[in-house]
């Protein structure tokens, strides 16, 4: 008896993750696809292309086809969802049905283009599903309690905030700043502050290294993180003056000045949820406090930076960056009881 595999696919703007019934995440790697301007041929998709980025010489263009965690160029996100599909189906897609997760803002039309991307990549069935009620069943919040959980994806593309009841989103709001926007608010630093110029994957290893959401200060003005010796990163770029090659020495407060516009603008999202949160809701997410899940919730004192503005407590979950995957595993394993969740 032929058995269609169950596949789970979370379409995120900066890494795709595919989650496959019976063996787990089988798949992690950047949304990122390589082509051929000539032909429009497709040369390379996720690692591979990754390593392409602001490497390319003109014939050749590499570029993340989500923007703001939708479809920006369609064509090649349905080449990218089917060499993914047959990277973890080993080769194999047998008419999938396949759950992928989206921004919960989503507009009908975009919804359409994930369903009909997924369907030319192969698959017999599509179920959306929306990234926060994703994240939050990956973090084992018992959501179909009659009770308040408040969630924060912080993704590539968009921050999704959203309070869940009763299986359902009482509140929610698509923050179209996250990741991406904090990787863009490094490079102008760099540049207007320190005359560098660097380009994306930089950008992202100088967050990952030395970003830094919250750096308290102390009466005296000084940054109580580490008194004695701040810390310091190696960046190489180009002088924006002289146009040579420059090697330089950037502080982890120069990157949190940079990462403040971004991180307020995620903050004004979580802060008006919160105002329309009916209050019964608001006084259970008060006791539990505010969830933070997605890649970008790894940013050093993310948690401290939400804590110290909203006044309620929140808490990174366990492996963020799998958080929304882990829910669409669990969510197409056991469709029947997710009914409600998915469309």
């Known amino acids: 008896m032929f058995l269609r595999k169950k596949v789970g696919i979370d379409l995120g703007t900066a890494n795709t993750l595919v989650y496959v019934a019976d063996e787990g995440i089988v798949l992690n790697e950047p949304t990122v696809v390589a082509y051929s301007l000539e032909d429009k041929r497709i040369l390379a998709v ?12 003109g014939s050749i263009i590499a570029s993340r086809p989500m923007r703001e965690g939708v479809i920006a160029d369609y064509t090649t996100t349905a080449a990218m969802i089917t060499f993914f599909l047959k990277k973890s189906l080993k080769g194999k897609i047998y008419w999938p049905t396949v759950m992928i997760a989206i921004p919960g803002g989503a507009s009908q039309v975009e919804k359409r283009a994930v369903v009909a991307a ?10 959306l599903i929306e990234e926060p009620l994703a994240a939050a069943i990956g973090a084992k919040l018992p959501i179909s309690q009659p009770s308040g959980h408040m969630i924060v994806n912080l993704g590539g593309g968009t921050t999704e905030v959203a309070v869940i009841s009763l299986g359902q989103l009482v509140v929610n709001k698509t923050v179209r700043v996250a990741g991406t926007k904090l990787d ?6 760099l540049r207007k502050k320190h005359n560098l110029i660097v380009g994306e994957r930089t950008a992202e290893e100088v967050k990952m290294k030395i970003g830094n959401a919250f750096i308290k200060e102390d009466t005296a003005g000084r940054s109580v993180t580490n008194q004695s010796a ?3 990163y190696e960046v190489k770029g180009r002088d924006f003056q002289s146009g040579l090659p420059k090697i330089l020495d950037v502080s982890e407060e120069s990157i949190n000045e940079a990462v403040q516009k971004p991180l307020k603008q995620i903050l004004e999202g979580i802060k008006e949820v919160l105002a329309h949160t009916p209050p019964e809701l608001a006084a259970d997410i008060v006791d539990k406090g505010i969830v933070l899940s997605g890649g970008t919730a790894l940013l050093k004192n993310i948690d401290r930076f ?5 006044g309620v407590a929140a808490f990174v979950v366990e492996e963020p960056l799998f958080c929304v995957i882990r829910g669409v595993g669990m969510a197409v394993e056991n469709l029947d009881s997710y009914k409600e969740a998915i469309r």
């Open 46 to 57: 996720g690692d591979d292309a990754r390593e392409m980025l602001g490497r390319t010489p």
């Open 306 to 310: 939400v804590t110290y503005y909203t």
């Open 230 to 232: 701040s810390t310091t």
């Open 118 to 127: 997924c369907r030319q990549a192969g698959a017999f069935e599509v179920y």
């Open 184 to 189: 863009e608010a490094i490079i102008q630093q």
